[in-house]
């Protein structure tokens, strides 16, 4: 059956760059917001991005600035870009449709992000 489909991880200095996609289904896009949420070693997932259907976005503090959201809705994919990388970042990123900052579906596989010289 249909899955949400993370990829674009990889390995990254710090400073660098990557852009994660997230191949996902017309279900999974009917909710009204879809989101990225990151999982660092030992620690629970965190929703840190938010994208509404009309384009409305929401970002966490600790990437605003550097990382941003967007989604195509006409390829049923969302999108994370991510500059300035930091050695915090380091972790596996989940999408997922959000309601009231909770996931609505199974997850993905996951993409894993690792920041290190």
């Known amino acids: 059956q249909v899955q949400l489909v993370e990829s674009g991880g990889g390995l990254v200095q710090p400073g660098g760059s990557l852009r994660l996609s997230c191949a996902a289904s017309l279900r999974h896009f009917s909710s009204n917001t879809m989101g990225w949420y990151r999982q660092a070693p030992g620690k629970d997932r965190e929703l840190i991005a938010t994208i509404t259907i009309g384009g409305t976005t929401t970002l966490t503090d600790s990437v605003k600035g550097r990382f941003a959201i967007s989604r195509e809705n006409a390829k049923n994919t969302v999108y994370l870009q991510m500059d300035n990388l930091k050695a915090e970042d380091t972790g596996v990123y989940y999408c997922?449709?959000?309601?009231?900052?909770?996931?609505?579906?199974?997850w993905g596989q996951g993409t894993q992000v690792i920041v290190s010289s």
């Open positions: 997922n449709g959000v309601s009231s900052g909770r996931p609505l579906f199974a």
